[in-house]
């Protein structure tokens, strides 16, 4: 089949308009879940949700083999002569 000129550029405009619609929906759909998770990481009971006070959750305050012990300072020093 061979379509003409004009054929051809009202497939590729319904093509476009199509394509345009699905990208604006896409968009909205990016924004309802970007403002679930903003309105989620302020609730402490949502899992992976960061915490109120910021940082780490307490169980990510474990070191496994392999990994270097926190830096506490020298901990090991013997305390100051007027503390």
């Known amino acids: 089949m061979s379509e003409t000129h004009e054929e051809h550029a009202e497939r590729l405009e319904r093509e476009a308009a199509d ?6 929906a896409l968009g909205e759909e990016i924004g309802e879940v970007r403002e679930d998770w903003e309105a989620k990481k ?11 006070e910021g940082g780490l959750p307490p169980e990510a305050n474990y070191t496994t083999s392999g990994d ?3 830096d506490d300072g020298d901990a090991r020093e013997e305390p100051w002569p007027d503390e």
């Open 19 to 24: 394509m345009q619609a699905k990208a604006d």
């Open 42 to 52: 302020t609730d402490h009971h949502v899992p992976g949700a960061p915490s109120p």
């Open 68 to 70: 270097d012990p926190p």
